[in-house]
């Protein structure tokens, strides 16, 4: 079985300052992990990937995210927000012997002026 | 322009009403998928296909069915047993490659009434 869970319902801060989104996962194997973003009534968009390789991965509008296998977590990060950056977030796992993947139930960025 | 169309936008529905969601891509992916997204429970997996006249049921396929005649069309049926189908569903495509991610359409709301 694989999960992923995302702790925080939303997450606020200020324009400018580094923000982070919590993303944590089980699988029984090695994982793929992605993460997309999802602004109002829209359909989800690509951000970035974890297939194997460097553990910090980099993505699109500056995010980036960290692969820590031994807290079995996947983090995504911007060094400064923007308020454009507001929007829903969602991580999800695959592991790699899986044919289906597993989305987390998402994380409301509010970035605030 | 290569993309994930879906049809129509909103969509409205007397109980007892089957109805029929349109999802068309010409990315030429192999596997298509459907999603229903509810406010706190992220994405969840109604059916998916990864060869055309071959589909699986996802997490969620009770009160749904699908049909996959052409690679470009996975079309998702909401029949009068689904009991709570008022919800926004995501159609989604993507390569078998195991890694790669999955491209969304912009969505259907459906709502009944």
């Known amino acids: 079985a694989q999960s992923v869970a995302q702790p925080e319902d939303q997450v606020n801060v200020a324009e400018g300052n580094p923000l982070t989104v919590k993303c944590t996962y089980s699988v029984s194997g090695n994982p793929y992990l992605f993460w997309y973003v999802q602004y109002p009534n829209r359909g989800l968009q690509f951000l970035l990937k974890?297939?194997?390789?460097?553990?910090l991965v980099k993505g699109s509008y500056g995010f980036e995210a960290e692969f820590n296998k031994s807290q079995t977590s996947f983090h995504l990060k911007k060094p400064s927000a923007l308020v454009s950056d507001s929007a829903l977030y969602f991580c999800?796992?695959?592991?790699?012997?899986?044919?289906?993947?597993?989305f987390g139930i998402g994380t409301k960025l509010q970035v605030i002026p | 322009d290569g993309g994930i169309t879906q049809s129509p936008k909103y969509l409205f529905r007397k109980e007892g009403q089957n109805v029929t969601l349109s999802c068309e891509q010409n990315l030429n992916h192999d596997a298509m998928y459907w999603y229903r997204q509810d406010p706190g429970q992220g994405l969840r997996l109604i059916y998916y296909?990864?060869?055309?006249?071959?589909?699986q049921k996802g997490d969620i396929a009770e009160g749904y069915s699908v049909s996959r005649e052409k690679k470009e069309s996975f079309p998702l049926t909401v029949t009068s047993a689904q009991k709570n189908p008022t919800a926004f569903y995501l159609c989604a495509s993507k390569t078998l490659t195991p890694g790669d991610e999955q491209f969304f359409g912009p969505g259907t709301r459906l709502t009944v009434l």
């Open positions: 296909s990864q060869i055309v006249n071959d589909f």
């Open positions: 974890y297939i194997t390789g460097d553990n």
């Open positions: 999800a796992v695959r592991d790699k012997g899986y044919q289906k993947v597993t």
